[in-house]
């Protein structure tokens, strides 16, 4: 049994070792990194913490928790019938 178990165990790192050398030898194409877009990925948590609650100054519709700045600051939107 215990034999079994070294064998695997030396079967999985032999494998992973072979899969790991290919792959920090793949070769990258020629043109990767010129169309990245540089912009900062945030999460869903750090764009609800970074937004703006009501009534505070905004310039941007983006920046408010309601999506909607009115007069330089985070209102609630109200829609006319």
């Given at each position: 049994?215990?034999?079994?178990?070294?064998?695997?165990i030396a079967a999985f790192f032999?494998?992973?070792?072979v899969c790991a050398f290919q792959?920090?030898?793949?070769?990258?194409?020629?043109?990767?990194?010129?169309?990245?877009?540089?912009?900062?990925?945030?999460?869903?948590?750090?764009?609800w913490n970074t937004m703006r609650?009501?009534?505070?100054?905004?310039?941007?519709?983006?920046?408010?928790?309601?999506?909607?700045?009115?007069?330089?600051?985070?209102?609630?939107?109200?829609?006319?019938?």
């Amino acid at each position: 049994m215990r034999t079994l178990h070294r064998k695997l165990i030396a079967a999985f790192f032999l494998l992973s070792m072979v899969c790991a050398f290919q792959v920090q030898t793949a070769p990258l194409p020629e043109e990767w990194g010129t169309d990245l877009i540089h912009r900062a990925k945030r999460s869903l948590l750090l764009r609800w913490n970074t937004m703006r609650p009501l009534g505070a100054s905004c310039r941007d519709n983006s920046e408010c928790v309601t999506y909607y700045c009115r007069a330089q600051a985070c209102s609630f939107h109200i829609f006319s019938s």
